[in-house]
């Protein structure tokens, strides 16, 4: 395993920067807070760095995955992972640690991460996912995750419909990441003349959601956004788009999210053609309730609070991602600039006790009343230690 590195007197946590040292705040047995633990950058890698940390600070991942690291090949990813948050969540005497082992393990696998150039961290963190999904359900033949609820369909066709892929999905997938990560939705493709119709599912593990509307107007807030998202688009004389019917091509499309997960994950498309960032400011609320904004009703309680998210920096020919998120083991916001931690409050990125979202890309939502215990954290530092010393 990576080994971490000594800060010198003069770290963040050392200094006296919030009226008295972050140090002197934290159990005296420990001289750094559990999960406020920085990653090296080796070369434009925050993005990456990014991702990590959000994913680190959902806790429900953290505790599955360290729960069930000895079903995990030792040279697979999800291993890899479980090292690295492993050095990231009980620290005693470092400030940060080298991804490096994961970071390689990932190139290994893709060529799409094998140069030291900026990526996107919505690409990354999907495909993260996507691996976390693929080896975790190697190892078991139980079901892993829980019949996806829905809000109710509007006719028994769509109901049969959406338990055929259900069931294949189970077949296929069954992994615990589709319980934690996935958002489901129902796509409609009609003929405006014909009447013909179309009726598909997919999931997702995260929600792309569009920041410009199609007359260049600004959406203006997360909640906006969803309800643009699924609102109905037609598509006149475009191309692509022909009845497979009548041949007309006067068609409308429609996504309409219908089952939601324990943990929600938006993005926003901020980047368009040509390496244009639309980089108006999208509200993002401490709060989201979306049992306001699905179209289909009939469903459990859906609020959600913000536990976490990426803000970009635009530097000189380059953006920098940074990784804003509440630690579940104290509950306090840190920003994580890569190898630099440091407690938010009275910094640049809040103003009058609100948290700074301008200039967000990936935002994570937690289910509202889902709450760490004292006896997960405990679990979560033991299993940590375990993977430590192997």
């Not at 069930?68 to 697979?76: H, L, P, T, V």
């Not at 400030?95 to 990932?106: A, C, I």
């Not at 301008?358 to 937690?366: A, D, P, R």
Request: aromatic fraction near 16%; include cysteine.
């Amino acid at each position: 395993m990576k080994t971490f590195y000594k800060t010198n007197k003069n770290s963040i946590f050392n200094r006296n920067v919030f009226g008295k040292s972050l140090s002197s705040q934290l159990d005296k047995k420990a001289k750094y807070c559990n999960g406020a633990i920085g990653l090296i950058n080796n070369g434009n890698i925050c993005y990456f760095n990014s991702v990590i940390q959000n994913l680190k600070n959902v806790y429900l991942l953290s505790k599955y995955l360290l729960s069930s690291y000895i079903f995990f090949d030792k040279g697979g990813f999800s291993f890899k992972y479980c090292e690295l948050l492993s050095n990231l969540i009980n620290q005693d005497k470092y400030q940060y640690t080298d991804p490096g082992e994961l970071l390689s393990k990932l190139k290994e696998i893709s060529s799409l991460f094998r140069f030291e150039e900026q990526n996107d961290c919505c690409f990354c963190i999907i495909y993260i996912l996507n691996l976390l999904e693929k080896e975790t359900r190697k190892f078991t033949k139980q079901k892993m995750f829980k019949e996806i609820q829905t809000y109710g369909f509007f006719s028994e066709k769509e109901k049969e419909l959406f338990s055929k892929y259900q069931n294949k999905l189970y077949e296929r997938r069954n992994s615990p990441i589709i319980e934690l990560f996935y958002v489901f939705q129902e796509n409609i493709y009609k003929c405006q003349k014909c009447q013909y119709t179309n009726i598909s599912f997919q999931g997702t593990n995260v929600l792309n959601l569009p920041i410009m509307k199609i007359n260049n107007k600004e959406i203006k807030s997360i909640e906006e956004a969803i309800s643009y998202y699924q609102k109905e688009q037609n598509h006149f004389n475009e191309k692509d788009f022909n009845c497979p019917k009548c041949s007309a091509n006067k068609i409308t499309t429609q996504s309409k999210i219908i089952s939601l997960p324990q943990v929600l994950i938006i993005n926003l498309m901020r980047f368009g053609e040509k390496k244009i960032i639309y980089n108006h400011n999208v509200e993002a609320p401490n709060f989201l309730d979306m049992e306001n904004l699905i179209m289909n009703r009939n469903y459990a309680n859906y609020k959600y609070e913000l536990i976490g998210f990426i803000k970009y920096i635009e530097e000189e020919n380059s953006v920098h991602n940074i990784a804003i998120c509440k630690n579940f083991f104290d509950n306090v916001w840190y920003v994580y600039d890569d190898s630099k931690i440091f407690n938010i409050n009275n910094s640049k990125y809040i103003s009058n006790h609100n948290i700074d979202t301008s200039n967000g890309l990936l935002f994570f939502y937690g289910r509202k009343g889902e709450y760490i215990t004292e006896e997960t954290k405990d679990f979560i530092i033991k299993k940590a230690a375990e993977i430590r010393k192997e």
